[in-house]
């Protein structure tokens, strides 16, 4: 049997497994939301496996808008650029491990990921959201109230018997800013994610993590469905990055 091209020996060897996210993690105590993580996450986030072609140890930035096929009726793994490049579903799968998701998805801001999360709202769906928010997001919340019947209830997301009161069958999602822009309160991810699955066990906890970034809050972890994060915040580190990213503990809920 052949054994590893020289891309693929660069890129780990015999433990390269491309259907998975790049290295995967463990760490020490391995859960079923963690059990890819191996090593610290500073280590992690230097180590960025792909399968770039030459083995170029930084993933080339691909710029074609369209890609060519085998054959009219042989689509390849890309196509046109808008549907995935390949420089983008690394940091796809960069962010996953990262994140410890499922499935990360790249947006071009915070605000399309939410656009997109929001997507899956149905007229007479109810949202229980904080009281202080980014502006954007309160924007947002408003116009699916207005335009789409959404019905969107903001309480003090610090006090959990606030929540509690908030919540009901009809929740169809969570929406945790935590810690908030501006008053930067922080609410309890794990408590209201365990009591919004009570209320209603389709209902999605949502996390908006910009203001922590992966480094120091993983809502996954804490019983969150869904973490997206602004990227032109810590994320990025340079305030000079318009992108996002968010990610799926249970993709096929979505
Ligand atoms: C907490 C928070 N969430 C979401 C956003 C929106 O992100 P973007 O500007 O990338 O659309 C921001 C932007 O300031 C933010 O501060």
Do not use: W
């Not at 780990?12 to 191996?38: A, D, W």
């Not at 793994?77 to 808008?82: A, G, L």
């Not at 202080?132 to 209830?153: A, P, Q, W």
């Amino acid at each position: 049997m052949a054994g590893p091209t020289p891309a693929e020996s660069l890129m780990g060897g015999k433990g390269y497994h491309p259907e998975l996210p790049p290295t995967p993690v463990l760490s020490s105590t391995p859960t079923p939301q963690n059990e890819r993580r191996r090593y610290r996450i500073a280590t992690e986030l230097v180590h960025s496996e792909h399968r770039d072609q030459y083995g170029a140890s930084s993933m080339p930035v691909y710029q074609s808008a369209t890609f060519y096929q085998e054959g009219a009726n042989a689509g390849g793994e890309y196509d046109y650029t808008r549907s995935g490049n390949p420089t983008r579903t690394q940091l796809e799968r960069h962010l996953a491990k990262i994140i410890g998701c499922e499935k990360c998805f790249a947006v071009s801001t915070g605000m399309s990921a939410l656009d997109v999360v929001t997507r899956v709202l149905k007229p007479g769906d109810e949202v229980v959201t904080g009281d202080d928010l980014y502006g954007g997001t309160n924007r947002l919340l408003k116009y699916l109230e207005s335009h789409n019947n959404i019905v969107v209830h903001h309480v003090d997301t610090t006090d959990l018997e606030a929540v509690k009161k908030a919540l009901n069958s009809k929740t169809a999602m969570a929406l945790l800013e935590t810690p908030t822009n501006p008053l930067i309160k922080v609410c309890d991810i794990k408590a209201i994610a365990e009591t919004a699955h009570q209320a209603n066990k389709e209902c999605l906890v949502v996390v908006d993590n910009t203001m922590m970034s992966p480094l120091f809050q993983a809502p996954l972890e804490l019983g969150a469905d869904v973490s997206y994060e602004s990227g032109t915040k810590y994320l990025s580190g340079h305030h000079d990055v318009g992108s996002t990213c968010h990610c799926l503990k249970y993709p096929s809920r979505i």
